[in-house]
């Protein structure tokens, strides 16, 4: 009967182990999900832009200069945009932080594209 009160606490510590585990993991991806933006989202849209901009030759901006410059400055631009505004709102206000970037975002889109 000892045995038993002496496993019981072995097995709820091992128990409480596990799910503090999983609990540490499933907080690294919930944080991930959180940071997700517009501005993060549209700077993975523009590696496909900018390429398909290249192959295509179809759009606004027809010289090919431009084309080399404005992509790594955009890229840089709308990425640092993006972790400064997190930084300034400290992640707390995510509903305004979508829709700042939303708008700048649909900008951004419609005069590339």
Do not use: H
Not at 20 to 29: E, F, G, L, P, Q
Not at 74 to 82: I, Q
Not at 89 to 95: A, H, P, T
């Amino acid at each position: 009967m000892k045995t038993n009160i002496i496993a019981a606490p072995f097995l709820i510590q091992t128990r409480t182990e596990k799910s503090s585990t999983n609990t540490a993991a499933s907080k690294k991806y919930a944080w991930l999900f959180k940071r997700i933006s517009p501005f993060f989202l549209l700077a993975i849209f523009f590696l496909f832009l900018f390429p398909y901009m290249f192959i295509t030759a179809s759009e606004n901006i027809q010289n090919i200069y431009a084309k080399i410059i404005l992509f790594p400055f955009l890229f840089a631009n709308v990425l640092f945009a993006d972790f400064v505004i997190w930084n300034y709102f400290e992640g707390k206000n995510i509903v305004r932080i979508w829709v700042i970037e939303l708008c700048v975002s649909a900008l951004l889109i419609y005069l590339l594209v």
